[in-house]
């Protein structure tokens, strides 16, 4: 049994147009509501929460609702049709329409609805390649869908940097080109999406295969009443707390540096055009390129180990950052040591979660996971916007540095969990990491 490239590729174009976008919201909207709507760093960090606020509800209400749909084109892809249709217009509306209006509550109500549009496909989104790839290939499959989002966040800063033009007040940023390029981009992805992904008759082909369900799923749904609600043991379950504050604490760094770092470099380092962009596009290549010595090293050292070094790595990165007066061309050595960083965590923290569930509760166990990061980037953009509104924006990395510490403190109490993985026996499983 071989994995079907081309029809993950395929497949991969949904999450691929979800990441462009969530990258064109993550830099560009925080400095929309600044320059153009003079709100605060507080305001600002208040709404860029929203979409995880969303997240927590959403994502598992319409992955559950797509799971009992049942229509000519499949369960999956009406959604995400939907949702993309919604997006385009909303993202049109926003930047044409809502903007320049001046209207704060009116572009606030346009963004929640694109932010609603956003929400109904990402869960079916990323359930689809599971849905249509056989049981043991879906380890190699989730690593191509990785690796087409980290090509959909590329294509954002490429075009960031391509098209946003230096301008003396940033109010007058003219962001319609990057927007349209954006709009091209999810429209062509989901076309082809589409046209060429049936879902309903590819499903019916693998369950004709006995593809579908491997052996080890069967196992586990027989033990699900065995294990299912069982308590951990005690040390156990302090072990599994101290990995979800450490969780917190390394979004808390993290998303804090992600979501004000445009705002910064203006505000800072007096940088007015797209060239931060090259920084983040550095972060985020060397992040991918990063997946498969890393996986390497987590299974000579341990998963633990490894996560404690990428929480030092970036910890080093985000006090060198507080120190820099201006931009430098080095700060693009430092950001791809973050990218790094942020990989050894990434790689290794959700399957330490799994490795301390129950087989019957690897469900519950991923939703506390997800109910921990999510919370931590609802909490972080007004914490931290309320010290760059009130002290500094010189605060931000400080700020970083601080709960890059206390996720090293709580990390080294967690004493379970940390099954050296084994050796990946085909080079994409490195990239098999948490969507």
């Known amino acids: ?71 000519k084109f499949g369960k999956r ?37 694109l932010l609603i549009s956003m929400g109904i496909y990402r869960s079916p989104a990323v359930s689809l390649m599971p ?41 007058m940023t003219n962001y319609s080109p990057l927007m349209f390029s954006i709009i091209i981009l999810m429209a062509v992805s989901i076309l082809i999406l589409v046209l060429n992904i049936k ?18 799923e069967e196992i586990e749904k027989e033990s699900e009443d065995v ?19 450490s969780v917190a604490f390394w979004y808390m760094a993290y998303n804090a540096v992600t ?4 705002r910064y470099v203006e505000e800072v380092w007096d940088l007015h055009d797209g060239s931060y962009a090259k920084t983040l596009l550095i972060a985020t290549v060397a992040a991918v390129l990063s997946y498969i010595p890393i996986g390497a090293i987590s299974s000579r050292i341990g998963r633990k180990k490894t996560i404690l070094a990428g929480v030092i790595i970036m910890t080093f990165c985000y006090i ?25 965590i990434n790689v290794n923290s959700y399957p330490m979660v799994v490795e301390m569930s129950r087989a019957g509760d690897i469900g519950k166990y991923t939703g506390l996971y997800y109910t921990f990061s999510m919370a931590a980037q609802v909490f972080t953009p007004i914490l931290s ?22 996720a090293f403190c709580t990390m080294m109490m967690v004493k379970h969990g940390d099954v050296k993985p084994a050796k990946k026996e085909n080079i994409l499983e490195n990239f098999d990491v948490d969507d």
């Open 1 to 71: 049994m071989k994995l079907n490239y081309k029809r993950t590729i395929l497949i991969g174009f949904a999450f691929l147009s979800i990441c462009a976008f969530w990258q064109f919201y993550d830099n560009e909207i925080p400095k929309i509501l600044k320059y153009n709507f003079n709100l605060g760093e507080t305001a600002t960090g208040a709404i860029m929460a929203l979409d995880n606020v969303f997240a927590l509800f959403m994502l598992p209400f319409f992955g559950a609702l797509s799971d009992k749909t049942d229509t």
């Open 77 to 113: 892809i009406p959604y995400i049709l939907i949702g993309t249709i919604g997006a385009i217009v909303f993202l049109f509306l926003l930047i044409n329409v809502a903007k320049p209006s001046g209207n704060i509550g009116f572009f606030i109500v346009i963004l929640l609805l």
């Open 131 to 171: 849905d249509l790839t056989p049981a043991p290939l879906r380890s190699a499959g989730n690593a191509i869908i990785n690796l087409m989002g980290a090509l959909g966040g590329v294509f954002t800063l490429v075009m960031t940097m391509v098209l946003i033009k230096k301008v003396d007040d940033s109010s």
């Open 199 to 216: 879902e309903n008759k590819i499903k019916s082909d693998i369950e004709k295969e006995g593809g579908l369900h491997s052996l080890g």
């Open 227 to 245: 294990n299912s609600g069982v308590k951990l043991p005690g040390d156990v379950f302090k072990s599994l707390a101290f990995l979800l504050m």
């Open 259 to 262: 979501t004000a770092y445009t």
């Open 320 to 344: 060198v950052a507080a120190f820099m007066p201006r931009y430098s061309g080095s700060i693009n050595i430092f950001f791809a040591l973050i990218g790094i960083g942020w990989a050894a």
């Open 385 to 406: 916007g309320i010290l760059l509104e009130h002290i500094s924006y010189r605060t931000l990395f400080p700020y970083a540095v601080v709960f890059s510490c206390l």
